[in-house]
């Protein structure tokens, strides 16, 4: 189950000459290029506070913004991880493309956009995904799909003559303004290519150091 790496020019430093933004979303337009499934899922993993002390959370989601300022994604508010980042507004996000041999890690703390923002990703998304958002109380249990698809059929009876959907009060997005970001690219016997930016957490924008680091 091992798969070997390598083929396209090596990661170098040079390559983030001018920030980290241009490259991670050069990476995702690569990835679409080659026509990879969801090319902009990562893995969002949060912090879980429980009786027994603090636990990881993951899921995959989908990256909906990128800046030099950070990364975005959309959930329910009241949602699990909507209630970890309440709890610990820090979070890791990691891209991953096996097929090019490529990932990027970002870490860093997180906080919720503006209205203003939630509102017009809302606006850019198609009428069934808003209906679905008003329908599920994200990550609370349900006794059965017939359920689910009733909360459905609900909203859009209640939905039927409003042509422009409101945005749920505890729905929107966040933004992880990242401390850190690692990008890897797999090379051959296992020496895979490692690079670490470290930035101002003033200004994401700015980099305090890159470094390479040993795989």
Not at 184 to 201: A, C, F, K, P
């Amino acid at each position: 189950m091992r798969a070997e790496y390598g083929g396209d020019p090596d990661l170098d430093e040079s390559w983030l000459d001018d920030g980290w933004e241009p490259l991670l979303r050069n990476w995702i337009e690569q990835a679409t290029r080659a026509r990879l499934a969801e090319p902009n899922a990562m893995t969002l993993a949060t912090v879980e506070m429980t009786d027994s002390g603090p636990r990881p959370a993951s899921r995959t989601v989908l990256c909906k913004g990128l800046s030099g300022a950070g990364v975005t994604f959309y959930t329910n508010y009241d949602s699990a991880k909507g209630d970890q980042l309440a709890a610990v507004p820090y979070a890791s996000i990691t891209f991953a493309w096996p097929a090019l041999g490529r990932q990027v890690t970002l870490r860093g703390p997180v906080r919720q956009v503006a209205p203003e923002v939630t509102a017009v990703y809302w606006r850019s998304r198609p009428r069934n995904s808003q209906l679905g958002a008003w329908a599920s109380q994200q990550s609370r249990p349900v006794a059965s799909r017939a359920e689910l698809d009733k909360a459905l059929a609900d909203v859009t009876a209640r939905f039927a003559d409003v042509e422009q959907l409101p945005v749920p009060a505890n729905w929107g997005g966040y933004q992880l303004r990242p401390d850190t970001v690692e990008f890897w690219q797999g090379r051959r016997s296992r020496l895979h290519n490692r690079i670490r930016v470290t930035l101002d957490g003033a200004n994401p924008e700015a980099a305090v150091a890159v470094e390479r680091l040993q795989p």
